[in-house]
């Protein structure tokens, strides 16, 4: 089985944590997937230590990471392999795998789009 990361940066504002937490419910939800985790770097909980183990205890045998970032920036070039290693020794057998970050994905520039548009303000 496999099992999903949401993978955050974290904040010491809970607000822009359960944003994130609600992006991972709507993952499970919208993907029909049981196993689905949101992981902090720094500021939140649960850290990427903890998803992982709450996710090989349901029975997940490959963990497919997805950082809430847009860029790749220092954060994903050295303290998320670094932390995957970890969790790698620790948990042998354990598959892990990591996407790219959402800068790159086609609908990121709709969202720009929208977002200059002014359709943003109807949500106010």
């Known amino acids: 089985m496999t099992g999903y990361v949401v993978f955050a940066h974290g904040s010491s504002v809970e607000s822009a944590n359960e944003a994130v937490r609600?992006?991972?419910?709507?993952?499970?939800?919208?993907?029909?997937?049981?196993?689905?985790?949101?992981?902090?770097?720094?500021?939140?909980?649960?850290?990427?230590?903890?998803a992982v183990e709450s996710l090989s205890g349901s029975g997940?045998?490959?963990?497919?990471?997805?950082?809430?970032f847009l860029t790749l920036g220092l954060h994903l070039q050295r303290d998320l392999p670094r932390l995957i290693k970890e969790i790698e020794s620790s948990h042998p057998g354990l598959?892990?795998?990591v996407t790219p970050p959402l800068d790159g994905h086609p609908a990121m520039i709709d969202a720009v789009l929208e977002r200059a548009q002014g359709s943003w303000k109807q949500s106010l």
């Open 95 to 97: 598959s892990i795998e």
């Open 22 to 50: 609600a992006v991972t419910a709507q993952l499970r939800e919208r993907g029909g997937y049981e196993a689905v985790e949101t992981a902090f770097l720094e500021g939140g909980r649960p850290d990427l230590q903890g």
């Open 60 to 68: 997940v045998e490959t963990v497919v990471v997805i950082p809430y």
